[in-house]
């Protein structure tokens, strides 16, 4: 990925910003291609109200036959680097090492929504795939003329065209290129290469960020450099909610080149060295006024009860009286889950330099384009009058959605009128962290006697819709949500929440497939066949089948002591199934995870070691959420500030993995950074089950509560 | 208070002058430009900041810069050797043993010094030598694959 120094490298030495037009005037020759993004993301795009009117996204040939791919989505370890990448370099027929990305550049990337969602393969690649079927057309076109040879006689290969009937006649993609200033926007008549034909898709390659991430080479927002730069630190409340009173500056104004930035209730200490400022910091004796707010991490549950909104039926079949009916088991449960941390290894961090009328930010964030917008509205700037770099990102994982360290830095940066650096220390990544939010989910259902599944009375609150409709074989079923999702109305949450990998999803799934265990179970079954036995999706089907073969299944009704569950799932398009083996103390609570065996069918794989990686990381971060992961606060404060309270996986807890992908390279793709998440939490509640016949209905499953749960 | 430090970095001499109870890792990362060192946690928690300090990993988050006066400090900048990459930086590419790569520094730091003082550790040796270095992108699997890598290739000889 290149960043701001290469980027002058574009011929043009941009230096503000312009729009589509000014662009190709101020670029040297090539050729370009204007691309549209997928339907699925313009719909979406469509729904924020946010569609540009212009232009989408770029691809240009250089004269010398370097390829830029110019995207406004970011990297933060999910791979699309490589991935986006290889779809392009196989449609346009070069090298993949000719691919140059550059990403997250507000002044030379088309505008984008953001990198979450899992987007980034299944809606922004079809676009990017075409773009390059048409560049590679516009070159064999170029090359007919140039050789007087007709295009159907042409043939690509590595950056070069060929007559393919005399190979020895042949022109590179850089010759055609140059001297020339083409500009072609997609036209949808390229055909693209049919999964049979792909060269470089559908292989694994290595990550094209790796050299410079082992060598210590790669730059972070928090590495970059600007001449007269100071780093801040920023004075906190104790508590969500607390107002400052006064505030004694005075002991840090007198440690040597600090300078002090207040606003109102806004202050911060600046100093060339970041742990001066801290230091400096540490000497404000600054006194709050504490609202007393009587939620903590027990009490929540019943607040979000009692402020929950009118409901949305998100989905209904048939008549649950009917069901009721019709069933012989009818089981009623709640399920809960704490609020849950991002906690990335990099915090926040932005840096904002202004010049004149011109500001440049570089930031740790997922959304560029919204990160314009806010420092724009903080500085009084027009938004074109901001640009925003996005130098690799340190993992975000939903929580670098959210910008506040950006209108930070840019605040102080006019405040002092130096370039300011905002990097948030660990206690401040965890106090402003946008939590997965606390919810609830209550479920009413009922089986009948052979184990159809008659009824299906599912309600949700403040987790969200995604993953929340169910996909058994259900007569009489309603999905119900209460709350807007992963972010609430004021007075619901007491701090700020947000969308956490595969938001919604990891708590909708627990849910339900923890109440499918215990209607197997109620009716003595193997949870596997029955699942199966109300289960007609295609997909679902076989990634279930297959991991239970992978796995070794052999069917028992639980609790059978050996420690095995089993959780299905989907998330962005992509179908899951997961079986964890535990192992589990009854007596302390303990829950060791020793295998995970998980398929999952994403549609046609980009590139499969990629995504094994992904499925992977989903696995292992998904013991955090089910296991100890959760923020504990009293009176706005938030108690768990880093790692030591807060425990995320390390390597000892580091199970057995084995991953398939279905093979379905002639389907669409689909999402690859979460999916695999949303399973882990009710395949292990479900093996604790099995292990021990104690059913948590909390997640995480600490042992504390493993104890409890015995004595009811 | 404000004094001249020797140190070796890297490999070379270097002399820094400021207050020497400021802590190593703002020291490099500021005043010697070396930004490969990470800040995660600040309190010895998550290892990202992990460099060497006389071949033994060491958190540079916790130590001052007077505590490496005269020492043998090495970063995650002065691993490789004319221009080739280290074994283990090598293998954790090779081995997709990154995902962010931020807390890679760290991991790096941490495994030279682990296979500098038992070159053919057991998979849980590992573990337990890894354990206190955390990878939020959860690529651990990985990572002990890329060292297993390095500890059966080199047979130690790193």
């Known amino acids: ?712 | 208070m404000k004094e001249t430090i020797d140190l070796t970095l890297n490999g070379k001499p270097v002399k820094v002058t400021t207050d020497s109870n400021r802590m190593l890792l703002w020291v490099l990362r500021t005043d010697l430009h070396l930004t490969g060192t990470k800040y995660g946690c600040g309190e010895n928690y998550c290892g990202a900041c992990t460099v060497l300090v006389e071949n033994e990993a060491t958190r540079s988050c916790h130590v001052t810069l007077k505590d490496v006066r005269g020492k043998n400090v090495v970063t995650i900048e002065g691993l490789a050797k004319r221009g080739s990459l280290h074994p283990l930086q090598k293998a954790f590419a090779d081995h997709n043993a990154l995902q962010c790569g931020y807390c890679t520094p760290g991991m790096i730091m941490t495994a030279v010094s682990l296979l500098h003082k038992n070159p053919t550790p057991t998979p849980s040796e590992i573990l337990e030598g890894m354990n206190d270095n955390l990878c939020r992108c959860a690529a651990h699997n990985r990572i002990v694959q890329a060292i297993e890598s390095v500890s059966t290739t080199s047979k130690g000889g790193i």
């Open chain 1, 1 to 712: 990925m290149r960043h701001e120094k290469d980027i002058d490298s574009l011929d043009g030495a941009i230096s503000t910003p312009m729009d589509r037009r000014e662009f190709l005037k101020r670029t040297g020759g090539g050729i370009f291609i204007l691309f549209t993004l997928g339907d699925s993301l313009l719909e979406f795009q469509e729904r924020q109200g946010r569609l540009p009117s212009d232009f989408n996204a770029f691809l240009r040939i250089a004269p010398e036959g370097r390829v830029s791919c110019l995207t406004g989505k970011i990297e933060m370890g999910q791979g699309v680097v490589t991935s986006l990448g290889q779809m392009l370099a196989d449609e346009l027929d070069v090298k993949l090492e000719s691919i140059e990305m550059v990403m997250g550049d507000t002044d030379l990337c088309p505008w984008d929504m953001g990198t979450f969602g899992s987007l980034s393969t299944r809606s922004f690649g079809p676009s990017l795939r075409q773009a390059g079927a048409e560049a590679r057309l516009v070159l064999k076109e170029l090359a007919s003329e140039r050789l007087g040879v007709p295009v159907e006689r042409l043939q690509t290969e590595d950056g070069m065209v060929f007559d393919r009937t005399n190979r020895k006649l042949g022109i590179s993609y850089a010759d055609l290129s140059k001297g020339k200033k083409i500009e072609r926007e997609v036209t949808g008549k390229a055909v693209l290469k049919k999964p049979s034909e792909f060269r470089i898709m559908g292989k694994s390659v290595p990550r094209r960020d790796a050299p410079d991430k082992v060598s210590g080479a790669a730059q972070y927002a928090g590495d970059i450099r600007v001449p007269g730069m100071l780093c801040a630190s920023i004075v906190r409340p104790p508590a969500h909610g607390a107002k400052l009173v006064h505030a004694d500056t005075s002991a840090a104004e007198k440690i040597e080149g600090v300078a002090i930035v207040r606003d109102g209730d806004f202050i911060a200490a600046l100093h060339e060295y970041p742990d001066v400022a801290v230091r400096a910091v540490a000497e404000i004796r600054a006194t709050y006024e504490r609202e007393a707010s009587p939620l903590d991490e027990n009490s929540i549950f019943d607040h979000l009860l009692r402020v929950a909104p009118a409901p949305n039926v998100v989905s209904s079949r048939g008549d649950l009286e009917e069901g009721k009916r019709a069933s012989r088991v009818v089981l009623e449960h709640t399920y809960l889950n704490d609020y849950v941390a991002h906690a990335p290894v990099e915090p926040h961090t932005a840096l904002v330099k202004i010049e004149g009328d011109k500001a440049t930010v570089w930031a740790s964030t997922q959304t560029p384009f919204r990160a314009k917008e806010e420092v724009a509205r903080e500085l009084g700037f027009p938004a074109d009058k901001v640009r925003i770099l996005t130098p690799f990102v340190g993992g975000g994982f939903g929580g670098k959605t959210s910008n506040r360290q950006v209108v930070e830095a840019a605040r102080l940066a006019k405040l002092s009128g130096k370039p300011v650096q905002v990097a948030w220390s660990r206690k401040e990544e965890f106090f402003y962290d946008t939590f997965r939010p606390a919810a609830v989910v209550k479920i009413r259902s009922g089986v009948t006697e052979i184990g159809k599944i008659q009824l299906w009375d599912y309600h949700v609150y403040f987790a969200g819709e995604r993953g929340a409709e169910q996909f058994y074989d259900v007569s009489h079923h309603r999905t119900t949500s209460y709350g807007r999702g992963w972010t609430a109305g004021p007075g619901t949450h007491p701090f700020a929440t947000g969308a956490w990998r595969a938001p919604s999803n990891n708590t909708n799934t627990f849910a339900r497939e923890s109440q499918i265990d215990m209607m197997a179970a109620a009716i003595g079954r193997d949870p596997v066949e029955f699942r199966l036995q109300n289960l007609s999706h295609p997909q679902l089907r076989r990634v279930l089948e297959t991991t239970a073969e992978k796995f070794g299944w052999k069917p028992q009704k639980a609790p059978s002591g050996r420690g095995c569950g089993v959780a299905c799932g989907v998330d962005a398009g992509t179908y899951v199934a997961m079986i964890a083996e535990v192992e589990a103390n009854k007596r302390s609570g303990e829950v060791k995870v020793k295998r995970i065996g998980c398929a999952q069918d994403m549609g046609m794989v980009v590139n499969p070691e990629g995504a094994t990686v992904q499925m992977e990381g989903c696995i292992m971060m998904g013991l955090g959420y089910a296991l100890t992961e959760r923020i504990r606060f009293r009176g706005g404060d938030i108690l768990d500030v880093n790692f030591d309270t807060y425990e995320v996986p390390r390597f000892s807890w580091l199970p057995s993995i084995e991953t398939v992908i279905i093979d379905n390279m002639e389907s669409a793709p689909q999402g690859g950074g979460e999916p695999a998440i949303v399973t882990v939490g009710a395949a292990i509640a479900n093996a604790v089950y099995d292990a021990i016949g104690v059913r948590v209905f909390r997640l995480p499953l600490l042992p504390e509560r493993i104890r409890e749960a015995q004595k009811r």
